[in-house]
């Protein structure tokens, strides 16, 4: 938060796009940011592809997840584990989706990897809209988003 450098201060040229935040700090543990025309360049390949992968590893973390918290009997040491878990890759879908916002046009944000579009209001943080198929984000009764 503090250590993060406003996007003016990089001194970034007027030509230049957004600097995009990348997916592992610097050796000294400070948030790194890459400047280039070129989305296509090989350090932006190897950024899509880490933030790919941490996407991948929280969609298992989620099934796995959602077994330990199925089962009743699930000793407390792996419910907690799946927690922290889980708080890990939702930091790392968050800072993803943050930086590299897909909107779809209407102020939303399009979540692929989650089939769904979700609305981030100011004040009351993330609300689904809908899944993929077209089919409703949240069940009548509000029990439920998008089923996976």
């Known amino acids: 938060m503090g250590d993060t450098p406003a996007p003016e201060a990089l001194s970034v040229p007027r030509a230049a796009t957004r600097p995009r935040l990348l997916p592992w700090p610097s050796p000294d543990g400070k948030p790194c940011f890459l400047v280039t025309d070129d989305g296509n ?47 890990e890759c939702l930091g790392d879908a968050r800072r993803i989706a943050r930086d590299a916002p897909a909107h779809d046009g209407d102020g939303g944000l399009t979540m692929p990897w989650l089939g769904m579009t979700a609305d981030f209001g100011r004040s009351t943080g993330p609300t689904a809209r809908s899944c993929a198929g077209g089919g409703p984000a949240v069940s009548d009764d509000g029990s439920r988003l998008c089923e996976f």
């Open 41 to 87: 360049s090989h350090l932006s390949q190897v950024a899509d592809e880490t933030e790919a992968a941490q996407l991948d590893a929280g969609a298992e973390v989620l099934v796995n997840a959602l077994a330990v918290l199925g089962d009743t009997m699930s000793p407390y040491s792996e419910v907690r584990y799946a927690g922290i878990r889980l708080a």
